[in-house]
């Protein structure tokens, strides 16, 4: 069989897609990984496809309970006083890993969910995240024959491991998660934030790899023409080159870096701690993008307000991140959160602010680094990107 397919015995690149919905949107979580298609767990609706596929090529298996219906017995209750993580509060709709209460018995999924109390129990939801949710899966082959060194020996459940997070971005059908408790927004360092941007970095807060996949994502969601605010900038903006926009405006608290990065058309330094609206004219604005910086933010729904205002009718708001941040700036509750759990305050954010039609979360995750990143070979995977959007009602 030629190299260019993939084989029965392949070690394949693929990319994989579930996409879902929930009462708060649409939702589209990709993870990379290459497959031993000889040895590795696939939906076996799924592997005969694969073979002879070639780069490129998508395969698309429809909605179904890929993760099985919600099951009402998987709950269990125990006493508050025997709750086991010190360091963990028990808040309602939050996640907690199930292997921190062994006495719960068997069955459901990774995580439990906190989803009620009272003065003396505690009720946990067993479920997997996405139990009773209709999830389409698709699988695109980026490297039909990869020569390369799979770190696990044995075989692998890549539905199982796709499923190690999503979901859990979502309210529970109880109602709100407790974000909020114990001073969320407080911070290691309180200092003024200009004094600790004072100083210039000039370091990308992503590798190579996951710039160019947020610069795709821009891509997608942007268009010619476009007022953009590029808010909490700093040197990239993460913008495709040959994408004409009538104005990019920066953000940020640093003007040498404002000033060195090549898409900015205007530069605005502006704290928005301490004033979270930025100074912008009402309803001048086509889209409000934001990049690893929205964990930073300890008035956050009043900055997205001003963003709202900002922003003409139809026009986009959009908050990614990943999983690195400057721990003495970031905000205690994110620092707390499971990487998905992000993707749910982010959601929460622009429920609780209102006005936002079309919400979308997007998680992209397992990619390789570049072998020249400075963090390669500690960290083989690219980092991780999450992204948050929805338009202006």
Not at 184 to 213: C, I, K, N, T, W
Not at 215 to 221: G, S, T, V
Not at 313 to 334: D, E, Q, T
Request: net charge negative; with cysteine.
């Amino acid at each position: 069989m030629p190299d260019s397919v993939i084989g029965p015995r392949s070690t394949a690149g693929l990319e994989f897609s579930l996409n879902w919905d929930s009462l708060q949107g649409h939702h589209q979580d990709d993870l990379f990984a290459y497959v031993n298609l000889y040895q590795d767990d696939l939906p076996p609706e799924l592997a005969p496809g694969l073979i002879g596929a070639g780069a490129g090529q998508r395969l698309e298996l429809p909605p179904t309970l890929r993760f099985g219906p919600r099951d009402p017995g998987l709950r269990r209750t125990l006493a508050r006083a025997d709750w086991p993580l010190a360091d963990a509060p028990p808040r309602l709709g939050r996640f907690y890993p199930r292997r921190a209460f062994p006495g719960l018995g068997a069955g459901g999924g990774p995580v439990a969910r906190l989803v009620a109390e009272d003065q003396a129990r505690l009720t946990l939801d067993l479920n997997h995240p996405l139990a009773g949710r209709e999830v389409g899966l698709a699988v695109t082959v980026r490297e039909p024959e990869a020569s390369v060194r799979l770190a696990a020996p044995g075989p692998v459940d890549w539905l199982a491991r796709l499923g190690l997070g999503p979901g859990m971005q979502v309210t529970a059908p109880e109602g709100a998660t407790d974000f909020y408790a114990d001073d969320p927004y407080g911070r290691q360092a309180e200092s003024p934030d200009p004094e600790f941007y004072r100083q210039a970095r000039m370091v990308p807060h992503l590798d190579a790899a996951a710039r160019a996949r947020l610069e795709a994502l821009h891509a997608r969601l942007l268009r010619p023409g476009m007022r953009v605010l590029d808010l909490m900038a700093s040197l990239y903006s993460h913008l495709p080159p040959d994408l004409e926009l009538a104005e990019v405006i920066g953000l940020g608290l640093n003007a040498e870096e404002l000033e060195a990065n090549p898409a900015l058309t205007r530069r605005l330094v502006h704290d928005l701690n301490a004033e979270p609206r930025p100074p912008l004219e009402p309803a001048s604005l086509d889209a409000v993008i934001c990049t690893s910086s929205l964990e930073y933010l300890t008035r956050p729904r009043e900055a997205l307000a001003g963003c709202l205002a900002a922003l003409k009718p139809g026009g986009l708001l959009l908050m990614s991140f990943s999983n690195r941040f400057f721990p003495p700036k970031v905000v205690r509750i994110w620092s707390e959160l499971h990487e998905f759990e992000r993707l749910g305050l982010t959601l929460d954010y622009f429920q609780r602010e209102g006005g936002l039609t079309d919400i979308n979360t997007w998680s992209d995750r397992g990619w390789p680094r570049p072998t020249d990143d400075p963090h390669y070979p500690e960290q083989r995977q690219s980092d991780p990107l999450f992204a948050v959007w929805g338009r202006k009602a």
